[in-house]
């Protein structure tokens, strides 16, 4: 207020106006000298820094530009000179000074980003992606750079207020006078001088920014006006501002059609409402259509600016592609999965079963919650615990080797479904993100089908694979089969075959082959297997070629200048192209003359099984009649023999005609038990020449005159082991059966031989073992038989004579003598040339030596003097008859009905003079069995065995062993007093 008025008081005096005045000027001029020289070097350096943080904005934004020009232009140096852009701008960033610590830091981790994301972006298969990265990343660096622009201004500002305060403190009380009366005045032309700048430098920003965004930009009002478009909009929409002056003039032209400009219309209605409602921007997405007719998919979004709205459109065209890409392919690969045809299992490289399709559950029985993991899914289908860990090292082996997207070949395995049946499958995999798709092949009809095909034909699968790959394997696989193959074009010409082709058609080597089918016409004839002609069309490759197929079709083949035949099985298909059409046709073919015959063989071989297990059937039905048998007759020839001196002579001759039909009984029984194979036998060494030779007398003597006997005795035979009486037997029905063969007479020839019989010819005949034998043959020039008469011959009760005219068990008898000595006997007949019979006897081992022949044994009835004899016999007929015939023989008879009771008679009573035991008994405990017991109780008992037939041949021959004498059942009282009489005489010594 003083100086206020010290002033006004000096301006109302003139002379001290001119003083105040003078020293005012001087002082306001050196306070405007002063505060001019503060404030330029202020806005200096704010000039200076705002330059320098506009040449980097400046540099790297038409870097950015350069960049994207290189995608458009590769062949220009866009490259270069962007990178050179970026190192102006890193230089002229080194240079800032009078900046904050913090905002030097933040230019430079900008910048770094920035840099950062531009080297990454620059590497091979650069894209939208990057792109869009690197311009988020340069909006940031922007950003900063508008932020450390404003923040060093502040700074300045700060610097110039104290540059002026120091200047008011020092002018002191000099100035205040002037300060008080300019004060308004110079604070308002600061005030307006500091607007104007920050008004410059955020006009300038702002234009900066808008023009050099890397998005499009537009500035409208709100009016509807475009006030502005940046460089990014032309470049991306195709119009300047000439050509879109308002919003609606634009949405006329990037909405082409009606329906959706008016949606489209709508959606920014509603968004610039929501802006001025809220204040705040807002964002939705549109799909527009540039200039040049492209449909780009944006995000528009609405700023509010001042009386105006800022437009920001950002182009997701291709992120919205690459996002409905990955969808579809997502879908599809959803729709593949499930709906494929092969069982798929997507499993994580956790080992968790990510998913299942339905052919899997179908075809394996499982569900997804079966097997939750790859560890539960190899216990279920692989319940072998080897096989289990087999298949997990192989898996462990194919996936650790393994690359995405490469398939690998797991191999064929056998897997269990879920109800527990096998399956084989084809196994692969692809490794794919997140995991492994398992895909499976079903080729178990397959698997089985070669399986039976490998049992059935006995040979190797070939390897069909490589077959078709390479010409050579092919080669070698057909060379190495068996089967005659043939490949032909359309016109029969041979494209190739294999060695087996040149074998199967008579030819020495492949060389020799004639090369089409026109070729072979002249020499190679096929015929239908009854022998009849087959026509050139309907040949099996000629069929193929018109498009059939068939296999195992059989022919007859004849090779015309060589005079050769053969049976061949052919199958033949034709071979199509892509199309469908015949282009050629492969032919197989194979010999199969040697299987047709060891068919043939084979049904021979089972006929004369068949014919062999019925005649042991008969034999085992005729030994049990004939020990039934036996046992009735010992009955009557014993109780005959008895009552026969107690009988007068009209009754005697009655008892002696019953006796000898008794006896002719007991010869119908001996034959039945020869045939079966159960008469006992009594074999030696003998001659066989010698034997023969010495029936001819008696055979042309029971021949009779009309019937010429011939003999031929090889003179290697040596010698049989046999029964000569039962040999002598069975020659002489032969001699018989031969003459009864020729009516008006004939030749009867006897020969001996040595033959071998074979394994071929031991294998089609059950009972005879391979190795050297004497044979012995019947020959006649008689009527013959049929093939079909000759194979029954040896069936007992079979026979061709009339009724009363023979038994039919005379070469039954032949054929079970035969097989009982160890040897065979076999029957060969024509119809009108006659019949051949012969025996064929084991040649007898080196070491056994000829026994003298007893042609008589003694018939005189030897009685006994009060022995005790302990008769064993299950049947109580046959033991009341042997107690009657030991009591009139002398001796004292104990009889018991089984084995069991003998052996409870043998541990409480005294010992036996002798046993008398049948061999075959009920009850558990045989003769033989009953024998061991006995001498183990009383050694030197002696043991007379007895016998309707024996059992087998060990029990004969255990009993020949033991020197036991044995009684055939019938046997006379003469025979059983003979053989009690030998067995005490033998235990006397």
Not at 183 to 190: E, F, L, Y
Request: hydrophobic share 40%; proline share 4%; glycine share 8%.
């Amino acid at each position: 207020m003083i100086a206020g008025t010290e002033l006004k008081h000096a301006f109302e005096r003139p002379e001290r106006w001119a003083i105040v005045a003078v020293i005012l000027s001087i002082l306001i001029c050196v306070f405007v000298v002063t505060t001019r020289f503060s404030d330029q070097g202020v806005i200096r350096d704010a000039a200076a820094l705002a330059t320098k943080l506009r040449q980097v904005d400046i540099e790297i934004g038409q870097g950015m530009l350069d960049i994207r020009m290189s995608r458009f232009e590769p062949q220009e140096n866009w490259r270069e000179r962007a990178f050179r852009r970026f190192d102006a701008a890193e230089k002229a960033l080194g240079e800032l000074s009078n900046l904050h610590k913090e905002d030097t830091e933040a230019l430079q981790t900008a910048y770094g980003t920035f840099r950062a994301k531009l080297d990454r972006a620059m590497q091979p298969g650069f894209g939208d992606r990057e792109v869009v990265d690197l311009t988020i990343a340069l909006r940031a660096l922007s950003g900063t750079i508008d932020q450390v622009g404003f923040d060093a201004q502040n700074i300045f500002d700060d610097l110039a207020l104290q540059q002026a305060e120091r200047f008011r403190y020092v002018l002191g009380a000099a100035i205040l006078l002037l300060a008080l009366v300019g004060a308004m005045a110079i604070r308002s032309a600061r005030l307006r001088r500091q607007a104007a700048i920050d008004a410059s430098v955020s006009e300038e920003r702002f234009r900066r920014f808008f023009e050099m965004s890397p998005l499009p930009k537009s500035n409208v009002d709100r009016h509807g006006n475009v006030l502005a478009v940046n460089r990014k909009f032309v470049t991306t929409f195709g119009y300047t501002l000439d050509e879109v002056p308002t919003v609606g003039e634009f949405r006329q032209r990037v909405y082409p059609d009606p329906v959706y400009r008016e949606q489209a219309s709508a959606q920014h209605r509603k968004l610039y409402a929501e802006v001025e409602a809220t204040g705040d921007s807002a964002s939705t997405e549109l799909s527009v259509t540039c200039k040049d007719g492209r449909v780009r998919e944006l995000v528009v979004t609405v700023t509010p600016l001042g009386d105006g709205f800022l437009n920001t459109f950002e182009d997701v065209t291709a992120r919205r592609r690459t996002e409905r890409t990955l969808r579809e392919s997502e879908e599809r690969f959803r729709l593949i999965f499930e709906e494929s045809p092969l069982p798929k299992a997507y499993v994580g490289t956790d080992g968790t079963v990510i998913a299942i399709n339905r052919k899997f559950t179908e075809l394996l029985g499982y569900t997804y919650d079966d097997i939750p993991s790859i560890d539960i899914w190899l216990q279920r289908v692989y319940p072998e615990p080897a096989y289990r860990e087999e298949n997990s090292r192989l898996w462990a082996e194919k996936l650790a080797g393994a690359k995405p997207g490469v398939t690998l070949d797991i191999g064929e395995r056998r897997l269990a479904c879920r109800d527990g049946a096998m399956r084989y499958m084809e196994i692969t995999g692809t490794l794919v993100a997140g995991g492994v798709i398992f895909a499976f092949s079903d080729v178990t009809e397959r698997k089985h089908a070669e399986i039976a095909l490998r049992a059935e034909k006995d040979r190797s699968e070939a390897a069909r694979e490589e077959a078709e790959q390479m010409r050579g394997r092919l080669e070698a696989a057909l060379g190495a089969m068996s089967d005659s193959v043939l490949i032909t074009d359309m016109d029969g010409n041979y494209i190739h075959f294999n060695d087996a082709y040149a074998r199967f058609h008579r030819f020495a080597s492949r060389a020799e082959c004639p090369r089409s089918i026109a070729d072979y016409l002249p020499i190679l004839e096929i015929q239908a297997p009854d022998g009849t002609p087959v026509a050139v069309n309907d040949r099996p490759l000629m069929k193929a070629l018109a498009g059939e197929t068939a296999n195992d079709r059989e022919f007859r083949l004849f090779r015309k200048d060589k005079d050769v035949h053969w049976l061949a099985s052919y199958n033949y298909a034709p071979i199509r192209d892509g199309d469908g059409h015949v282009e050629g046709a492969v032919v197989t073919a194979r010999d199969i003359t040697e299987r047709h015959a060891n068919e043939e063989r084979l049904r021979d071989s089972q006929a004369q099984l068949a014919q062999a297990q019925k005649m042991e059937a008969v034999g085992q039905l005729t030994g049990g009649i004939a020990h039934d048998f036996n046992n009735l007759l010992a009955i009557i020839i014993g109780n005959i023999e008895l009552l026969l001196p107690e009988t007068d002579a009209k009754t005697g001759e009655m008892a002696h005609t019953v006796l000898r039909a008794a006896t002719r009984g007991a010869e119908l029984t001996r034959r039945l038990l020869a045939f079966s194979r159960r008469q006992t036998l009594k074999p030696r060494k003998v001659d066989l020449n010698e034997l023969v030779g010495g029936m001819t007398k008696l055979l042309s003597r029971t021949l009779g005159e009309h019937i010429r006997i011939e003999t031929r005795l090889a003179p290697d035979v040596d010698g049989v082991v046999v029964d000569t009486a039962q040999l002598e037997s069975a020659l002489l029905n032969l001699a018989v059966n031969a003459r009864d063969a020729m009516p008006e007479g004939g030749t009867i020839t006897l020969s001996t031989r040595l033959t071998e019989l074979d394994a071929d010819y031991a294998r089609t005949r059950e009972e005879v073992v391979p190795g050297m034998y004497e044979a012995v043959s019947v020959t006649d020039t008689g009527t013959g038989m049929p093939q079909e008469v000759a194979a029954r011959a040896f069936e007992p009760f079979f026979t061709t004579k009339g009724v009363g005219k023979g038994t039919g068990l005379g070469l039954s008898m032949v054929y079970g003598f035969a097989k009982q000595s160890g040897g065979h006997a076999a029957i060969y007949s024509e119809p009108g040339r006659g019949t051949t019979v012969t025996i064929y006897l084991p040649v007898a081992p080196s070491d056994v030596d000829a026994v003298p022949r007893k042609y008589a044994e003694t018939a005189a009835v030897r009685t006994g003097a009060g022995e005790l004899v302990l008769v064993v016999e299950d049947d109580p007929d046959v033991r009341e008859l042997i107690h009657a015939q030991l009591s009139s023989l002398g001796y004292v008879a104990e009889v018991c009905e089984d084995g069991w009771a003998a052996l409870a008679r043998l541990s409480s009573g005294p010992p036996p003079a002798v046993m008398l035991t049948d061999i075959v008994m009920p009850g558990g405990v045989s003769g033989l069995e009953l024998a061991d017991a006995a001498r183990k109780k009383h050694p030197g008992v002696p043991i007379v065995f007895m016998s309707g037939y024996a059992e087998g041949g060990s029990a004969l021959e255990r009993i020949q062993a033991d020197g036991a004498p044995f009684l055939q059942k019938p046997y006379t009282k003469a025979q059983l007093s003979e053989a009690l009489a030998q067995a005490l005489e033998a235990e006397r010594g």
